[in-house]
Each structure stands twice: as structure tokens, then as C-alpha cells.
């Protein structure tokens, strides 16, 4: 009788243990932090289009696609430990081309130029050998174009997914993001319709690059 309940108080402690340790790794799954070094002290950064490269929004639901040869985006992103990675950095202005200097190529020969509405979130949700991939969330665009038939506006919202950033080159990259809708479509003959489904890509350089890790 006291060997069964020997064993039964052993098989007890170590499901007790057991269940511990779960619990403590699940724990530390959730409360993963994320540690933002910026040059910066007031958590400011810019950032500039790659050289070289393109930033491009392709209408999935047409094929049809805007090339800009010049993007800027700047925001904040504040030094120290955070909790999680949801809002890590945010992007408070961003442009796109411009209407007179620098416009964006779209179909037909347009002319295209857009600019961001309202603050856009950085959402980290890994993080490998300086590498931190997440979302950006909250869009709200509108982009202007000069076309065949006039004067085309619409607005892009939404999320785009696969967004990394690397330590190494201070590059942000959002890599044919997608989740964006396209609305408020006017007199954009068929380039852009509502309700089309959207994709991003650009690669953006940061002037004075930021440091992101996490255990």
C-alpha cells in the first residue's frame, strides 16, 4: 500500500512539474519584449525609397500596377524595452512620388503621386539573426492620377503583411504586402475599382538606422 502511494504522490509531483513547465514556457511566449535602440533621443526617424528600386501598388484584381521612383516615410520609433511588438514604430507621414517633380508611372501613360492620411503602425511579430518581420497596419492612402480620362483618385486601406526590417542595413522592406482594399474610387475608368484587393512593395532605406531585437 505505501509503494502505490509512493508511486501515485511521484506521478502527482511530476505532472505537477510538468504542467509548470508548460505553463512558464507559454508564459514567456506571451510576454516576449522587443528592445528599440534609436540614435535618435527624441525617437524620430526617416527614411528615403531605396536606390534603385521602386515602390509598387499592383490592383490584383486588374493586373494593373503604379511604379514611384521616390518615397519618404517618417516617424517614431521610442527607445526601450516593450512589452510586445504591436505599434513597435509609426509612420506619421509618407509620400509617394511627386504630382509635378517626380510622378509615379501608372497604366495608359498616367501620372501618378499618393500620400498617407494618417498614422500607420509597425507590428512585430518574429524576430531572427537581426532580421524583424510583422505587418503594418492601420493604412489609409489616397492616391491622384493624371490619365487619359481625367483626373483618377482613390484610397488604399488596410494591412500589409510580410514587412521586415534589418539591423544589419537599416532597410524596411515590405515585400508584395498584401491585405489593402481599394475605395472611394473616381473616374478612374476601370484601372481601379472598389472593392479590389491591393498589394505593396518597396524597400525603404533609414537615414539614421534604429537597432530592434528580441530574445
Request: glycine share 10%.
Amino acid at each position: 500500500m505505501r509503494s502505490i502511494i509512493k508511486r501515485s504522490l511521484f506521478a502527482t509531483a511530476v505532472a505537477a512539474a510538468a504542467f509548470g513547465l508548460t505553463a512558464t514556457s507559454a508564459s514567456a511566449t506571451a510576454q516576449a519584449s522587443w528592445t528599440v535602440v534609436n540614435p535618435n533621443a527624441n525617437g524620430s526617424f526617416a527614411a528615403s525609397l531605396k536606390a534603385g528600386t521602386t515602390a509598387d501598388l499592383l490592383d490584383i484584381s486588374t493586373g494593373q500596377s503604379v511604379a514611384c521612383y521616390s518615397a519618404t516615410a517618417s516617424g517614431s520609433a521610442t527607445n526601450g524595452v516593450h512589452p510586445d511588438g504591436t505599434n513597435l514604430a509609426q509612420i506619421n507621414t509618407a509620400t509617394f512620388g511627386d504630382a509635378v517633380s517626380d510622378p509615379c508611372d501608372g497604366p495608359l501613360g498616367s501620372a501618378f503621386s499618393a500620400v498617407a492620411n494618417a498614422p500607420i503602425s509597425l507590428n512585430a511579430s518574429s524576430y531572427s539573426g537581426g532580421v524583424t518581420s510583422g505587418t503594418l497596419t492601420n493604412v489609409n492612402v489616397t492616391i491622384t492620377g493624371d490619365t487619359l480620362f481625367g483626373v483618377c483618385t482613390a484610397t488604399i486601406s488596410g494591412s500589409a503583411g510580410n514587412a521586415s526590417y534589418n539591423n544589419a542595413t537599416g532597410e524596411l522592406t515590405i515585400n508584395n504586402g498584401t491585405g489593402l482594399t481599394i475605395s472611394d474610387v473616381d473616374n478612374c475608368a476601370g484601372l481601379m475599382n472598389d472593392g479590389d484587393t491591393a498589394s505593396f512593395s518597396a524597400t525603404y532605406v533609414l537615414d539614421d538606422p534604429i537597432t530592434v531585437t528580441s530574445p
